[in-house]
Nanobody, 125 residues
Framework: QVQLVESGGGLVQAGGSLRLSCAAS????????MGWFRQGPGKEREFVAG????????YYADSVKGRFTISRDNAKNTVDLQMNSLNPEDTAVYSC??????????????????WGQGTQVTISS
């Protein structure tokens, strides 16, 4: 099991940027893919971005491609999500997640076995 704690959420105007960070502890971080998900008001949770255990592969939802960047630092056990050109549709609770199994990639919620508590991101128009 791994413990995940997000930080960096807040309120920004449309067009602005935010950087989310997720700190992990509890198991060998560098063996597990990580992901970011979000759940907007009245919406189901959706995949945002993922990164492989080494950081060599990244993948994004079409809605954020070109605007968001996921990165990780295995020495610090952290995974970040840089979000640029934010718009009101990006308003959601953002959660980081660790893959359920080592050395596996996925985009479904069920591919991830550990979740953070989430951080609120609100974009004003």
């Amino acid at each position: 099991q791994v413990q995940l704690v997000e930080s960096g959420g807040g309120l920004v105007q449309a067009g602005g940027s935010l950087r989310l960070s997720c700190a992990a502890s509890g198991r060998i971080f560098s063996s597990y893919a990580m992901g970011w998900f979000r759940q907007g008001p009245g919406k189901e949770r959706e995949f945002v971005a993922g990164i492989s255990w080494s950081g060599g592969n990244t993948y994004y939802a079409d809605s954020v491609k070109g605007r968001f960047t996921i990165s990780r630092d295995n020495a610090k056990n952290t995974v970040d999500l840089q979000m640029n050109s934010l718009n009101p549709e990006d308003t959601a609770v953002y959660s980081c997640a660790a893959a359920r199994f080592s050395y596996t990639l996925g985009q479904r919620s069920t591919d991830f076995g550990s979740w953070g508590q989430g951080t609120q991101v609100t974009i004003s128009s």
